[in-house]
Structure formats: structure tokens, C-alpha cells
């Protein structure tokens, strides 16, 4: 396949070109801009016995090119609904962004953009690190530089997501935030909290706090940040009385001189800022929130970042100063634990009756992600930011003929289907005959100890039928297709799936093999509970290795 491009190259153009040119086929692909165009949209048509695919810009070239190369047979013309459609990298537990290789990360941001990504959060997470001076926070800079330097590369703007009060783990004791409930109002004590985070009604920590942001910020500026987080909880907040209830006081106290701080230092970053967890810790917190901001107003931000669950409150009550929404979906843990650790977790239906009840509510997405065994779920959420009535079996049949081919493609959707029906399987640890959550494995388990664990299955009544499509669509696959590993952890989930229900949730060799085969998939030699296939030497590692759990 020959691919030019009319008019002049640039490195967008040079990926679309790059993507293309491994089609197979004879003919000419014409890449070409067309002024006429939105930005970012496309259109794919025949021309002879060529192809032209035209761009409002270089993006919807970049866009358009990923189209073809999913859907050889598509022909139309296809415009963005919602301008940001971005993604989330969680850098921690030592999933697949935290310890894959780097390479590995940045050519799967490139395979984002190709479904239409056009942003990419990091987080440096304070709490881990004494200061940013210490090896490891260097370490952890330049692996996010690398993140955000590759989605610059592929046409994404890039950010930041901080906490309002987030500090190092060696912080000033006599600054630090009050995180208990029963207090002040709040009825729960505040849920990810590492007790390190500082108070900004106590003299000199707002000022601590901005000269941290500042240094941090030096780190990142030359590459320049398009979006800028500002998070109040999970794992931020004070519970004191001075700053309750946090979402329309202490939280505000700080964000604001934060977000003068960035403005000054990078004129044209956006300000997202989040409602994360608003009442859910404690209650009014989001009419305070109201009241607050009709009082004062919220010029210092350009977006406003809900919790899904929040939807109803920003839909019955209007927007908070009228700024434009973002979302922040969760896409990697639902109905299942650990995360991914059984292999491709798609969740089509639960993602679509959530996507249905945004309607015109949202500027973009930012779904959060935890590692690549939920890429179905990221298609899915990008193709609805694209295009929100879309149907889900429409981009999961463009999923599924990138990955097994059109003849499959039909298979593959109910395959999908079934794994989504069958989603339910739980690891639970056992010592001393006690039940042991996993996420407490290393404070209740000690180094060197006897254990148990068997795995709790729900009504899976698919699972016998997904093993054989499964294996049908494997047998027809040519060898390329079949070692990729998009396919090798649908594959693999239905493998344990069925294993598991086979041995009533018990362990077997064949079920160990399964698991270890993700981990290779994964790099997760060194994953926390949250998201490692659970073999028994991953099990085995993880209560008899180091406790930090990062």
C-alpha cells in the first residue's frame, strides 16, 4: 500500500503514514487537509481505485488514518462531539505503567491516539517520597516526562492531576491534616488518607504546600501543561474545624492561590477542578459547595471535574459558575478483584447505561485507568466521547476487527458479552482461619506465614460457551494475530474463567500457568494486590517481599 500525503509532513501526518503503510493491499492512500473541516474530524472515500482520507487537521488525519487501519470497509464522514477526550495513567501498585518498559508506554499511547485520545494525565504522587531531590521521585519524574513527551508526540495535550494538600511522607508533623471522622460534621473518616497530607489553616502550610508545587512544577514546565488537576480527596481533605467542611472551605483556601501559582508560572494551562468524593465523607458538603461559589465565584478555574455519581446533582442543581464538565470514569475496577488479574475485563453495558445518563452534560472524559487489561473499556470510552449515541456492539465490532479480523468480528462481540456476564470472581485470603481482605495481606499476614485464599465466584453462566468461542476464534487466527497480546488476555480470561468455575474457585496448576502467563503480559513481577494475576508466587511474593505498598 502506497501512502502520500498532499501538501506538507508533519510529525502527525508522518504517524497516520506510519500506521498506514503497514496495510496490505495495492492502491493509493491520499492523506489531505481540508480547510472545510472541523478540527480534529475526518472523512474516508474511494477515489478510483484509491483512497483519500481528508483532515480539519492534522489530528483528524492521525484519527482518520486510525479508522481505516481498524475498519478497511468504512467510508463516511466523522466529526468529535465532545472536544476533550482524554485518559488517566495511574502510576502506582506497580502495574503496567508503573514497571512496564517505557517503550512499551509510549507505543501504547500511540495506539490511543490512533482511537481518537487527544489528552494524557500523570500523577507524581508526593506521599511516596521523602523529597524531590530522592532517586526514586527523579526516577518517577522522568518516567512521567516520558508519558507526557509521547502523548505531546502524538497529538495529545498533557496534565497534571495534584491534590489540593498533598505533601511528602516525611512531611512537618506540626502541619499535618486531621482525617478523622466523627467530627466536625464528617461521619467517616477519610478513605485513602496517608496522614501526611497538610492543613492549609495551619500558619505556614499553604506556603509549604505552593513551594513544593512550585519545585514540582519546574520539573514539568518545558513540556508544557496543557491541564492542571486540583483534587480535594482520596487521598487529600482536612476534617478540622478550621477547614470543614473541606469541599467549600479548606479545600477552596488552597486551591485557589494554587491555581494563581500556575497561571503565573504557565499562563496558558487549563485549571480542572475536582469534586471527587463531595459528601461522601461528609454530608452538605455539596450545597456548602454551592453556596460557596455563589458567593465568590470561581474565576481561577476553567473546568470542573465531577464524580460520575454526581451527575444527578449537577443536572437537578446546573453547573457550578457555568464551567464546562469533565468526567472521570472508572474503567478498571468493577464487579472483580484483583483488577484485571484474570485478564481482559470489558464492561460494555455498565459503561453505556453510564455514558446514556451524561447526555449534553460533558465538555470530555478522563477515564481512570489502572493498566491495559481494560483497553476495551478505554475504546469504548473514547468512541462515546467521539460520538455519545454510538452504539456499544458498533465499537466493539471496530475492536474486534482490529484485533481478530472482520470474519471474527461478530464472534468477538459476543464473546465480549459473555466475559462482561461472567465478571465476578474474588480473591479472599485466609490465615489463622480468619478471612483476610487482599488489601491487608501484608498488615495481617506476616513474613514467612502458612495461608490460604480461594476465590468466591458469582452466577456465571456463560462461561462454558465463552471458552468455546474462545477457542473457535483462537483456531482461525493466523499466528501474528493470535500472539498479540489484545487478544492473548481475552483468551486467557476465558481460560481461567473457566478453570475457576471448573474447581469451584479452588487453585490448579493449569489455573497457575493462566496467571503467570498475564504477569508476563502485564510486567507485573512486582505488582501489588490490586492488580496482579494472583498465581501462588505472586501470593507467595507479595506477603513474603517488602511492605511498601507503591
Known amino acids: 500500500m502506497k501512502v502520500c500525503v498532499d501538501g506538507s509532513t508533519s510529525d502527525l501526518t508522518a504517524?497516520?503514514?506510519?500506521?498506514?503503510?503497514?496495510?496490505?493491499?495495492?492502491?493509493?492512500?491520499?492523506l489531505s487537509r481540508d480547510s472545510s473541516f472541523p478540527p480534529e474530524a475526518f472523512a474516508i472515500r474511494d477515489e478510483g481505485p484509491h483512497l483519500r482520507i481528508s483532515?480539519?487537521?492534522?489530528?483528524?488525519?492521525?484519527?482518520?488514518?486510525?479508522?481505516?487501519?481498524?475498519?478497511?470497509?468504512?467510508?463516511g464522514e466523522s466529526t468529535p462531539r465532545r472536544p476533550v477526550r482524554g485518559m488517566y495513567f495511574a502510576t502506582h501498585f506497580h502495574n503496567f505503567y508503573h514497571d512496564a518498559p517505557v517503550a512499551e508506554v509510549e507505543d501504547y499511547i500511540a495506539e490511543l491516539a490512533l482511537w481518537g485520545c487527544n489528552a494524557l494525565s500523570v500523577w507524581f504522587d508526593m506521599h511516596h517520597y521523602r523529597s524531590l531531590s530522592e532517586r526514586a521521585a527523579r526516577d518517577m519524574v522522568e518516567r512521567l516526562r516520558a508519558m507526557l513527551r509521547a502523548a505531546r508526540a502524538n497529538g495529545m495535550a498533557t496534565g497534571l492531576t495534584t491534590l489540593a494538600n498533598e505533601a511528602y511522607r516525611e512531611s512537618p508533623e506540626e502541619l499535618r491534616a486531621e482525617w478523622r471522622g466523627g467530627q466536625n460534621g464528617y461521619v467517616r473518616n477519610l478513605a485513602g488518607h496517608y496522614h501526611v497530607e497538610l492543613c492549609p489553616s495551619k500558619t505556614g502550610a499553604i506556603e509549604q504546600c505552593l513551594a513544593w508545587r512550585r519545585e514540582m512544577l519546574e520539573a514539568f514546565?518545558?513540556?508544557?501543561?496543557?491541564?492542571?488537576?486540583?483534587?480535594?480527596?482520596?487521598?487529600?481533605?482536612?476534617?478540622?474545624?478550621?477547614?470543614?467542611?473541606?469541599?467549600?472551605?479548606?479545600?477552596?483556601?488552597?486551591?485557589?492561590?494554587?491555581?494563581?501559582?500556575?497561571?503565573?508560572?504557565?499562563?496558558?494551562?487549563?485549571?480542572?477542578?475536582?469534586t471527587w468524593c463531595f459528601d461522601s465523607f461528609t454530608p452538605g458538603e455539596w450545597e456548602a459547595f454551592y453556596r460557596k461559589v455563589e458567593e465568590t465565584g470561581?474565576?481561577?478555574?476553567?473546568?470542573l471535574m465531577i464524580n460520575p455519581h454526581d451527575l444527578d446533582t449537577i443536572r437537578r442543581?446546573?453547573?457550578?459558575?457555568?464551567?464546562?464538565?469533565?468526567?472521570?470514569?472508572?474503567?478498571?475496577?468493577?464487579?472483580?478483584?484483583?483488577?484485571?488479574?484474570?485478564g481482559a475485563h470489558p464492561y460494555p453495558g455498565h459503561l453505556g447505561g453510564y455514558v446514556a445518563r451524561t447526555g449534553k452534560l460533558l465538555a470530555g472524559t478522563f477515564p481512570y485507568?489502572?493498566?491495559?487489561?481494560?483497553?476495551?473499556n478505554k475504546a469504548l470510552m473514547l468512541q462515546w466521547a467521539w460520538d455519545p449515541d454510538r452504539g456499544a456492539d458498533s465499537i466493539l465490532r471496530e475492536y474486534g476487527e482490529s484485533c481478530v479480523g472482520e470474519e471474527l468480528a461478530d464472534d468477538f462481540v459476543t464473546l465480549?458479552?459473555?466475559?462482561?456476564?461472567?465478571?465476578?470472581?474474588?480473591?479472599?485470603?485466609?490465615?489463622?482461619?480468619?478471612?483476610?481482605?487482599?488489601?491487608?495481606t501484608h498488615e495481617r499476614i506476616p513474613r514467612g506465614a502458612s495461608f490460604t485464599h480461594r476465590f468466591n465466584l458469582r452466577h456465571q453462566p456463560h462461561v462454558e460457551a465463552a471458552l468455546a468461542l474462545a477457542r473457535h476464534i483462537d483456531d482461525a487466527l493466523d499466528d501474528e494475530r493470535r500472539a498479540a497480546w489484545r487478544w492473548q488476555i481475552v483468551r486467557l480470561r476465558a481460560e481461567i474463567d473457566a478453570n475457576l468455575k471448573a474447581a469451584a474457585g479452588a487453585r490448579t496448576p493449569a489455573l497457575d500457568a493462566l496467571f503467570e502467563s498475564l504477569n508476563a503480559i502485564y510486567h507485573a513481577a512486582n505488582a501489588e494486590i490490586p492488580v496482579v494475576a494472583p498465581s501462588l508466587a505472586a501470593l507467595r511474593r507479595l506477603v513474603d517481599g517488602e511492605r511498601e505498598a507503591f
Not at 514546565?221 to 478540622?240: A, E, S
Not at 485507568?369 to 476495551?376: M, N, P, Q, V, Y
Not at 465480549?416 to 488489601?439: K, R, T
Request: proline share 6%; charged share 20%.
Open 298 to 303: 470561581l474565576a481561577w478555574a476553567d473546568y
Open 317 to 342: 442543581r446546573s453547573v457550578p459558575a457555568g464551567l464546562p464538565v469533565l468526567d472521570f470514569p472508572e474503567i478498571s475496577m468493577h464487579a472483580g478483584l484483583p483488577w484485571g488479574g484474570y
Open 369 to 376: 485507568s489502572e493498566g491495559i487489561f481494560e483497553d476495551i
Open 55 to 75: 483532515g480539519g487537521d492534522d489530528r483528524g488525519l492521525l484519527y482518520g488514518a486510525g479508522r481505516y487501519c481498524r475498519s478497511p470497509q468504512w467510508r
Open 416 to 440: 465480549v458479552h459473555y466475559l462482561e456476564a461472567d465478571a465476578h470472581s474474588f480473591l479472599v485470603m485466609q490465615y489463622e482461619g480468619q478471612e483476610i481482605s487482599p488489601y491487608a
Open 15 to 30: 504517524r497516520a503514514e506510519a500506521a498506514l503503510a503497514r496495510m496490505v493491499g495495492s492502491g493509493t492512500i491520499r
Open 221 to 274: 514546565r518545558d513540556i508544557g501543561i496543557d491541564y492542571l488537576w486540583i483534587w480535594p480527596y482520596d487521598q487529600g481533605g482536612c476534617t478540622c474545624a478550621d477547614c470543614a467542611p473541606w469541599g467549600a472551605n479548606g479545600y477552596l483556601r488552597i486551591a485557589e492561590p494554587y491555581a494563581n501559582m500556575v497561571r503565573e508560572m504557565m499562563p496558558d494551562t487549563k485549571i480542572v477542578l475536582s
